[in-house]
């Protein structure tokens, strides 16, 4: 899995989380816009069962995108997708049923044994910050034994 791989990848790879029928398959509302060279973007619509019992976005469910669409940037640049060794939610403002939210994830630093990244959440309509988050991940696996 060496090189860089392009919003292709990308897309692929999200198709292939959501669709393996664990945990992750609630990701399949988020639609992979684009990506490439350490970089995912995508956006998702808010529906009645991504909300907690308030009525806004469950922070659990965006905690698994900021897991997630982080990782696939990642992967974008060649590096197997790790293990999480610390994860990092800040809740900025709610999203709302019908809100789309746009989601940008970069890789900050991928080396050998380590990567750094951060994805922000926003509000389509005005652009304001519903949550960022940082995620560090241990990378240092046996690329060959990848299945993607």
Do not use: C, W
Request: net charge positive; hydrophobic share 35%.
């Amino acid at each position: 899995m060496s090189g860089k791989r392009g919003v292709d990848f990308v897309k692929q790879i999200a198709e292939y989380v959501a669709n393996k029928g664990g945990f992750d398959r609630v990701l399949k509302m988020v639609k992979i816009t684009g990506g490439g060279d350490g970089r995912a973007f995508g956006e998702f619509t808010v529906q009645k069962e991504h909300l907690n019992h308030q009525g806004i976005l469950h922070g659990g469910l965006t905690g698994t995108i900021v897991d997630n669409i982080s990782t696939y940037a990642m992967m974008s640049r060649g590096s197997h997708p790790g293990v999480t060794a610390n994860l990092n939610v800040s809740y900025l403002s709610a999203a709302k049923p019908g809100e789309i939210v746009e989601i940008d994830a970069r890789t900050v630093r991928a080396g050998r044994k380590m990567a750094y990244l951060d994805i922000v959440l926003k509000r389509q309509s005005d652009k304001s910050i519903i949550a960022t988050g940082r995620q560090v991940k241990y990378i240092d696996f046996d690329k060959v034994k990848l299945d993607y």
